[in-house]
Structure formats: C-alpha cells, structure tokens
C-alpha cells in the first residue's frame, strides 16, 4: 500500500485489496491487521453517470445524473467531515459511474489537497477523458489513476464495456495519463469468461507502462449477477499463477476480493526460505488485514455508506450522519474487522486475520456478512492463527 514509485522487475508480489488501490497510503498503519482508526481507502462514487453499459457494473450506472447526488457544497462537507479521522487521513477514490461528468469534480479534487487528503481518480475510457481535462485534475491533485481492461482484444473488452470502440479508447487513456504524467493501474475482470485470456492479457499489460495490474475477482452484485464467478479450484490455480508472475513482472499485480492469495503467496515465501519481515516487506505482507469494512470504506452517489462498493448493506448516509463516527462505532463495521466473528472454514482458519476473506461474496452468496468466503478451496489445518507482527 506504498505511494506509487517506478516498479523494478522481480521485486512485486501480488496485494489482496480493493480495486484502485492506486494512492499514496502507506502512512495508514492498522493496530495489527484491525483498521480501527481509520480506513486506509475511501471510495467516492461521485456519480452514476456513465457513457458505458459495462455487463458486471456494480452501480448499474445510466447515461443520466441522478437527481440525490450529493451537491458540491454536500461534497465539500464530506471531505471536511474525513479529515475528523485525524492524520494520516484515508485516501479517497473518486470513482463513479464516470467521476468526469461532474463538472465540479476539479474543485472537490482540490479542495480534498487542500485539506491533506490524498486523491486518485478511476474514470470511463470516453470521449470525455482528454489530455486536457487529466492535465487540470492532476494540477488539482490528483495522484493516480484506473482504467479498466477486460480483455486482450477489442472483441473481448468491448463485450463487457457494452459501447463498440472502448477497447481501442482505452488504451487511447493509457497513453494520455502517461502525456500527463499521471501513474496508471489497470483493473481487470476475473470470471469464466476472461479466465482464459489471462496470459494474453497480461501481456498486453506489458505494453502499457502501468505501475499496477489489478484483477478483480467477479461479486455477483448490480450486474454482475448475470456473469459467473470461477470455480475456487480455478481461483486457486490462479492465484498460484499470479505469485508466479510477480517474480518478474515489471509491475505489481494485485487481486480484489479474492484476499485469500495471501495464503498462497505466505505459502510459496515460506517455502522459498522468506523470513517474517521480508514478507511484511511484500506488498502482500502490507496488505495483511485490509478487506471489505476494514481500511475500506465506500460512499455512494446520493451520501449512502458502505463497507465497500461490493457490499451492499447501508449503514447510513453522509448526509446526516458523521463517517468517522460510522466507520469506527457502526456494528457492521465493527464486526467486519473482528477475525473472531468469522464462520466456518473462515472462522477457523488460521489465516482469518490477515486474511479474513471476501465479505462481499460471503455475504453474496449466503446472505451473512460473516460466513466463509465460498471461493477459497482451503481446508483450516486446526494450528494457531498466522502473525507477521
């Protein structure tokens, strides 16, 4: 979770955190592997307006804005209301929908600089993302930023993007965000349909100068839900894949919602002779802990909390109501980031805490936040939890 730096070829090992995980954050240290101070990442739906029709799109964004967004001045209040966390401050996400419709969206990026807090921006590959427009949102303070690839050619991407020419626009951005020196992280979908164009994607993904490549495994929320998840043998595969590449690609690879690699990745370093502190060093071993409700949190367009943009269960809205004081004393949140809460395989296993699962496909899949997360094969071996601290 360190701020973006020139990757060096060999030195990357996949994360388990949250799509744009794209932010200067490191500063953001849990108590253990509990964020209870603070999220590490706040992502801002800023709107829901979007010029694409992506098949797994959580927010099932239109073409139109909606009517309860918050309003610039609501805005404002929220980035004052995150700096109530006390510093190091959460680094916030604008994201959306597509955060370029908001015509107001350069004064909130600079008003969150001014006030401290870090900013990266994850927007559609449109007409609308134009030198010019990346060029006044880094000016304003904008660190990194997302875009999304899901497929090794146009055919591919532009099937899940629903808009024909997406492919070739985003690849477009990529190049602009280098014209304007803004760092990039590629988010890619994970699901039976792109499983087997993994390798062709990744090397595409060498082409692109990204500092990060970032694959999110599906959540069947919004309209993801007509998509299939792959099977946790083939997620385990994967993931084994992944620790594989790290070695030597020439930029850091990173799931989301699937944090159950880091028992992969712990597994192969041990094996591989990694002491505890070489692999606290890993981005693994700084990822340790960070999951749905914990170091997370998300706001929606119209001020609605979330633990996170996959976890559809509301425990309040902005608008009336203080975020610090939601994220450290609601019992959502809190019980999300007490590994001793778990069920199951989860509850059990001893990689809970630095581990702890997708609460999102947990709770997708069985209706209870707290369940095991169905995608991960592991057998708990009964010994006592995993510690790196």
């Known amino acids: 979770m360190q701020p973006p730096t020139a990757p060096h070829p ?21 108590e253990g592997y509990v964020f209870n101070r603070a999220p590490m990442l706040v992502y801002w739906e800023t709107t829901l307006s979007c010029g694409l029709a992506c098949r797994h799109c959580r927010a099932e964004a239109n073409t139109n804005r909606a009517p309860d967004e918050l309003t610039t001045a609501e805005g404002l209040q929220l980035l004052d209301r995150l700096t109530g966390f006390g510093q190091p401050y959460p680094h916030v996400v604008f994201t959306g929908g597509d955060p370029l419709r ?5 004064l909130l990026v600079a ?7 870090g900013a990266s921006l994850a927007p559609a590959a449109t007409s609308m993302l134009t030198a010019g ?28 993007r629903g808009v024909p020419g997406t492919f070739d626009a985003t690849i477009e951005a990529a190049g602009i965000a280098h014209e304007v020196g803004l760092p990039l992280q590629i988010n890619t979908l994970v699901t039976d349909e792109t499983l087997s164009d993994l390798p062709a994607t990744y090397e595409l993904m060498k082409t692109l100068g990204i500092i990060r490549w970032s694959l999110f495994f599906l ?4 309209r993801g839900s007509a998509l299939n998840e792959i099977s946790a043998g083939d997620g ?10 790290s070695k030597t690609s020439p930029f850091a690879i990173k799931t989301t919602e699937a944090t159950h690699y880091r ?47 996959f976890l559809p269960l509301a425990v309040g809205n902005v608008r009336v109501d203080d975020p610090v004081a939601i994220y450290r004393r609601h019992p959502i949140f809190q019980s999300l980031r007490a590994a001793d809460l778990l069920k199951g395989r989860c509850g059990r296993c001893e990689y809970a805490e630095v581990c702890g699962g997708s609460r999102a496909r947990a709770y997708a899949w069985t209706g209870d936040v707290l369940e095991a997360d169905p995608l991960c094969p592991y057998v708990p071996s009964g010994q006592p939890r995993v510690r790196f601290d």
């Open 10 to 30: 060999g030195s990357h090992h996949p994360g388990g955190g949250h799509p744009s995980e794209i932010g200067g954050v490191g500063s953001v240290r849990p």
């Open 102 to 106: 908001r015509e107001d969206l350069e």
């Open 111 to 117: 008003a969150a600089t001014a006030r401290g807090i």
């Open 133 to 160: 427009r990346l060029a006044a949102l880094k000016a304003a303070g904008i660190q990194t930023m997302s875009l999304s690839i899901d497929g090794s050619t146009p055919a591919l991407h532009d099937g899940f």
């Open 219 to 222: 959540i069947s929320v919004g």
């Open 236 to 245: 385990e595969k994967l993931n084994h894949w992944l620790y594989d590449l």
């Open 263 to 309: 028992r992969v990745a712990i597994k192969r370093m041990q094996a591989e002779g990694l002491d505890n502190a070489a692999i606290l060093a890993t981005s693994v071993g700084r990822g340790f802990g960070v999951r749905d409700g914990n170091g997370i949190m998300f706001v929606s367009s119209n001020g609605t909390v979330f633990p996170s943009g």
